[in-house]
């Protein structure tokens, strides 16, 4: 059933547009049947869940941190990840900044735009992100490489529609504002219910659990 899900989403999904699987609460033969299917990219979000699932599971797994990240449990987080997507205060990327400087690694980083969703207050405004982007050189650590929101948690399709024009909107502009960063190239937006209308705002990654995995467990 996991591997049809992936082939399924795979066979729809535009070439270029990465596929994280979003693992959290799951367990590990749910990702290792995954992984049998030729999924590489996964999601977590729970740090003490990510870090015994990172030990134990195959090495070539490429690891995208996607929740909420308190600074005190870096160390839990970054030796096992690629990229956190879920940055979202300038608190946090700075610290990260620092872990990396001291661990001689450097990690990609997506900026989590706040939308719509008001049921979270998590994740920078418009502006602050600007800011970071204008004083990129403060954090020589890490890559900054584009931006991850979560449209509204709604069945209307118009609102949804609505915040992915605006964080689309605003990646456009950051590229043109900041086009030496060539870097800057990654649009994360898209979860099971609403992955297709963000490929049509030109996500560059979707992130899909449910449809997937199923509910979560435990
Ligand atoms: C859980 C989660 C997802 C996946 O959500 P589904 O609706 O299960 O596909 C995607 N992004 C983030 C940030 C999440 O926390």
């Not at 963000?198 to 449809?211: D, L, M, N």
């Amino acid at each position: 059933m996991i591997a049809q899900a992936i082939e399924n989403i795979r066979k729809e999904l535009p070439q270029g547009v990465k596929l994280v699987a979003v693992s959290k609460f799951h367990p590990s033969e749910a990702i290792m049947e995954a992984y049998g299917a030729g999924q590489r990219c996964f999601g977590e979000s729970r740090p003490q869940e990510f870090e015994a699932k990172a030990k134990a599971l195959p090495e070539d797994i490429e690891w995208h941190f996607i929740g909420h990240l308190q600074t005190n449990k870096l160390k839990m987080v970054l030796p096992y990840v690629s990229m956190v997507q879920s940055v979202d205060s300038e608190h946090l990327l700075r610290a990260i900044d620092r872990w990396c400087a001291g661990a001689g690694k450097t990690v990609d980083v997506l900026l989590e735009l706040h939308l719509g969703a008001e049921q979270t207050k998590q994740g920078f405004t418009a502006e602050e992100i600007e800011a970071v982007l204008s004083s990129a050189a403060d954090y020589p650590n890490v890559r900054l490489r584009g931006l991850m929101g979560m449209a509204t948690n709604t069945d209307d399709e118009g609102i949804i529609r609505g915040d992915f024009e605006r964080i689309s909107a605003l990646m456009q502009h950051y590229k043109e504002k900041f086009s030496t960063f060539k870097e800057f190239n990654e649009l994360s937006i898209g979860m099971s219910g609403d992955w297709r209308i963000a490929v049509e705002y030109g996500a560059t990654c979707v992130r899909i659990g449910t449809s997937i995995f199923g509910e979560r467990q435990y």
